[in-house]
């Protein structure tokens, strides 16, 4: 009989032994390489919840032996691991994790399904829909192209195909872009950073590793465009800006430097070649000791972050112009690619509520959105927000405000100007979105080795939280939880109906810094009563109500 204990735990309670039972045999006198090779057989899930129950346990189910027997079993043509401090077991994460998932907004049945996952896939680290395809890129530099994913059925709704095929488009790439509006049907190309060995002198047999962008055809994959750099610059991310016939290519260096070159895209399907000119950015220009971490982008418009944490505009139309700053005073439109610091005034548009900050009042200068509880992702639409957050429990939601209209808030019909929680079930390894006209998007992938960029603001400049009085040691609370108590009965009893006193009871649910399982049991509650209240109380308010 082997008897399954923890090396620091005692001898059985009552510690005669059994008649015919001979001598219990800890775990630990078992070879470490067997103990290994037995828990490799175990589902991910309860490796991990092994590794939890005692500090033997701890130690070999986080051995890398351990992990490298799993992700052998999850991806069996994955060999070699790169650097990093944990490498095999990094690997059997990303690999059980990955996952894409979406929630059509129209038709009948409402609720999220997973997509076809490739499994050559090294996990998961970046996706985009086109009009008709969607395209994966995994940790190993691998770019799948998903066709024809989504179909419409006899419902009207957008489902997965059963038979989804997927193909390799290419290998090597380093990020890929498209077009920047939301709107999915402008995505007829896609433009592939990625890194090729090029040979050095024609008839030779040496060769080097240089970066290009290669553009292909959305509809069917087919490359219909490549343009090679000089081996001695090398990129690691790209957008794009502008009209199609005026398509500008923005590529960041290592090394914090923006470099363009324009294209047109109504020519790229034709049978000739012709030289583009690579140019270094305005902002690199004026700026050189700006060093840019990232940037993104949509048709007229681009900004800027540096490694430091400034931000800098790029503004090429006089309408978004003045909707960012609320003049024209200072545009010039024979120099678009002036860099404008984030410091000056600007514009939010919050006419929908799309800002989360509980009104529609348009804002002049950056705001802080209270009560949003560690995001994790972002996704701006063009008149409503979505939030990926997560919980003190580790728990994932989906929030949202703004405009409700076609489904983009599932839950919220109506829409919200603070952020509410989405009636949508978010995977547990949840780490990125994407919302189209059609269907709300969220990848899954989870990497060991990434650390939040959220951080917490101190504990006195945030609001609502108690401060200790200097004289007593007492915490005290002078405009912060109770005022914002005061704020939110004063909101509720100026509803003039008991249903719109229900919803705004929901969305300041929303607001509160709340557990999920408490907010859920709110929102449910408030569900449960609204249903129950009918057409009670659609008269004004009472002093007795």
């Known amino acids: 009989m082997v008897k399954r204990s923890c090396p620091s735990c005692g001898p059985e309670p009552g510690g005669e032994e059994k008649k015919g039972r001979g ?48 992700c052998r079993k999850l991806s069996p043509r994955l060999r070699e691991q790169g ?56 940790y190993s530099g691998t770019l799948f192209f998903l066709k024809n994913a989504l179909v419409s059925s006899t419902l009207g709704q957008i489902q997965w195909k059963r038979a989804c095929r997927y193909v390799v488009l290419c290998r090597g790439a380093k990020d890929f872009a ?27 047999t040496g060769s080097r590793v240089c970066d290009c962008v290669e553009v292909y055809l959305q509809s069917s994959g087919q490359r219909v465009f ?16 502008g009209q199609e016939t ?30 583009v000119q690579l140019a270094l950015r305005k902002v690199s220009r004026c700026l050189p000791h700006l060093r840019v971490a990232c940037m993104a982008s949509n048709q007229s418009s681009t900004l800027y972050i540096t ?38 005034p600007a514009k939010g548009n919050n006419r929908y509520g799309q800002l989360g900050t509980g009104d529609k009042m348009d ?29 003190l429990d580790f728990s994932k939601e989906l929030l949202g405000c703004g405009c409700g209209a076609g489904g983009r808030l599932p839950g919220w019909p109506k829409g919200s100007a603070s952020f509410v929680k989405l009636h949508v079930k978010v995977p547990l390894c949840a780490c990125s979105l994407c919302s189209t006209r059609e269907c709300l998007y969220m990848l899954s992938s989870h990497d060991i080795e990434h650390h939040p960029a959220y951080r917490d603001l101190p504990a006195s400049k945030v609001v609502g939280t108690p401060e200790p009085n200097p004289g007593s ?6 405009g912060g939880t109770a005022w914002a108590c005061k704020e939110y009965l004063s909101q509720i009893h100026s509803c003039p109906t008991l249903q719109d006193r229900m919803e705004k009871m929901k969305e300041i649910v929303g607001w509160m810094p709340l557990l999920a399982a408490q907010k859920d049991f709110f929102w449910e509650a408030l569900d449960m009563l609204q249903k129950a209240a009918g057409g009670v109380g659609q008269g004004p308010p009472t002093p007795e109500s």
């Not at 175990?42 to 032996?65: K, M, S, W």
């Not at 498209?178 to 030779?204: F, I, N």
């Not at 923005?250 to 070649?273: A, C």
């Not at 944490?309 to 439109?333: C, I, K, M, N, S």
């Open 23 to 70: 001598n219990p045999i800890s775990v630990q006198l078992f070879p470490p390489e067997l103990v290994e090779h037995i828990i490799s057989f175990l589902p991910v899930r309860d490796v991990v919840a092994l590794g939890q129950t005692c500090h033997y346990f701890h130690e070999v189910c986080d051995a890398e032996g351990v992990w490298r027997r799993i």
């Open 226 to 241: 490549k343009m090679t750099f000089h081996h001695s610059m090398s990129f690691k991310q790209i957008v794009l800006v």
């Open 363 to 391: 804002r002049g200068e950056p705001t802080q959105v209270h009560y949003l509880q560690h995001p994790i992702a972002l996704w701006c639409g063009l008149n409503h927000s979505l939030v990926l957050s997560q919980g």
């Open 83 to 138: 650097s990093g401090v944990r490498p095999w077991k990094r690997a059997a994460i990303l690999n059980y994790t990955k996952g894409l998932y979406f929630q059509a907004f129209g038709g009948r049945r409402r609720c999220l399904s997973k997509s076809v996952a490739p499994q050559l896939a090294h996990g998961y680290r970046r996706f985009l829909p086109t009009k008709d395809h969607i395209f994966i890129l995994d």
């Open 246 to 275: 005026q398509r500008a290519l923005l590529l960041l260096t290592e090394e914090g430097k923006i470099y363009s070159l324009v294209v047109n895209e109504t020519q790229l399907d034709q049978p000739r070649s012709y030289t």
């Open 178 to 204: 498209s077009d920047p509006r939301c709107d999915t049907v402008y995505r007829k190309y896609l433009y592939v950073l990625a890194t090729r060995e090029q040979l050095e002198v024609v008839g030779t």
């Open 473 to 478: 040691g007492v915490l005290q609370d002078p």
């Open 307 to 344: 490694n430091e944490g400034g931000v800098y505009f790029e503004v090429h139309t006089p309408g978004v112009y003045r909707d960012l700053f609320g003049t024209l005073q200072a545009f010039d439109p024979l120099d678009q690619q002036m860099p404008l610091a984030l410091s000056l």
